[in-house]
């Protein structure tokens, strides 16, 4: 059976970027974007043009720049977003208008002090006059995780019938649970009339650490779009990681669900927008982190160095690092330090080997970490005689 591709829609410059402290110039966005181009992203959303004068040149220049993806501007349901964000998208070769509205209870009545009714007018309106500018036109019901599924459904219903290509479910607070999440999107998908006219997107926020959980069961039940942003940085607690998504896609082909990025890609990708926001990756990270590939222990070393498979269900090369790491600490047992010796230029025997271990445990009692230069200082005192 052919694999269904999932749509990923990248919102590192847009939702990525609202993290404190990581603003971007337009030069560094303009990097980020060629990269995600080339990374096999589909949609790259680019930004909120009317929210300032940067934002709205980094789209426009972003739009000229990139060849593959289609390109995404943000607004809300204002009509005056929807206009700046249409000028800004004037030259992307794949346009699209990502507009929306609050459906939730708590935001028809805090944000908005309105009712149901109201909302759902305006997020028609919203739909309506965005497609008169451009054929491809997502609509984001915020705070949909919140929202009672039977009034969501009249929500999406109603803009589908307006034109809607793409319907965003996001979970903006991140408060589901990927069962509940992924019951939404089977609702919908069963109870909205015309539904097979849109793709339903995936955009979850991660504050209980279950953003990629939700993602993936979105797409388990039905959604054909996840939104995403690389290393998982955004809003808060952040977004769905996409190097996450893509590689649990990879590595469970049962799902029969893939989609165009070049995995190998991935790894560089998150090392240049850790370094342009100037926001470390937390080393134990999934799939990009430093920790992702290194073991320490000495049984996982052991096995590792046996057959990568015991301890690796993903190919370090697939992800774009050159290879697994055998860290010597304190943990670490005579597999590991002879495997680490003969890579720099020593093959120890049994003998040596025992010798050279005391030597090591004395070292890496005082020391976090074991380094290649120790390891013939380690040699020497331990008088073997190879060095
Ligand atoms: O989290 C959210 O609801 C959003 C929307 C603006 C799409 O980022
Ligand atoms: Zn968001």
Redesign the pocket.
């Known amino acids: 059976m052919a694999q269904e591709h999932v749509q990923i829609f990248d919102t590192t410059l847009r939702?990525g970027e609202q993290v404190p402290g990581c603003k971007l110039d337009t030069k560094s966005k303009l990097i980020i974007a060629e990269r995600l181009d080339i990374l096999g992203v589909d949609i790259i959303e680019a930004g909120f043009p009317v929210s300032s004068p940067g934002d709205f040149n980094s789209v426009v220049e972003i739009s000229k720049l990139v060849k593959n993806a289609t390109v995404c501007g943000?607004t809300r349901a204002v009509e005056n977003d929807i206009k700046v964000a249409a000028e800004a998208l004037t030259h992307a070769k794949r346009p699209r208008i990502h507009t929306?509205i609050g459906t939730s209870e708590s935001h028809i009545k805090f944000k908005f002090n309105s009712n149901k009714e109201a909302i759902i007018e305006r997020a028609v309106a919203a739909v309506t006059y965005a497609k008169s500018f451009v054929e491809d036109v997502e609509f984001?019901a915020?705070d949909a995780g919140r929202t009672d599924n039977e009034f969501l459904a009249r929500v999406c219903e109603a803009v589908v019938k307006a034109g809607a290509t793409v319907l965003?479910i996001?979970d903006?607070t991140g408060y589901c649970l990927p069962e509940e999440y992924g019951a939404k999107i089977k609702y919908l998908k069963e109870n909205v009339t015309g539904i097979h006219k849109a793709v339903l997107s995936c955009?979850c926020?991660n504050d209980l650490g279950l953003a990629t959980a939700n993602s993936i069961a979105g797409i388990m039940n039905g959604a054909r779009q996840i939104e995403c942003t690389i290393n998982g940085i955004g809003e808060r607690a952040g977004n769905t990681s996409l190097e996450e998504v893509v590689m649990i896609m990879r590595q469970h082909p049962y799902l029969d669900l893939d989609t165009n990025i070049n995995s190998k890609l991935l790894y560089p990708t998150s090392l240049l927008v850790s370094e342009s926001m100037g926001m470390m990756v937390q080393p134990n990270k999934a799939v990009v982190g430093a920790n992702a590939f290194a073991h320490s222990s000495g049984i996982h070393q052991d096995g590792v160095i046996k057959n990568r498979e015991t301890y690796e269900i993903m190919d370090p090369h697939d992800v774009g690092v050159t290879e697994s790491a055998i860290v010597l600490t304190a943990r670490s047992g005579r597999a590991a330090l002879a495997y680490r010796a003969k890579n720099v230029g020593y093959e120890l025997d049994k003998l040596q080997l025992d010798k050279v271990y005391q030597e090591f445990l004395k070292l890496a009692d005082s020391k976090k970490e074991i380094n290649d230069e120790d390891i013939p200082v380690i040699i020497k005192a331990s008088n073997i005689g190879l060095v």
């Open positions: 939702d943000l929306g984001y915020e965003n996001p903006t955009h926020h």
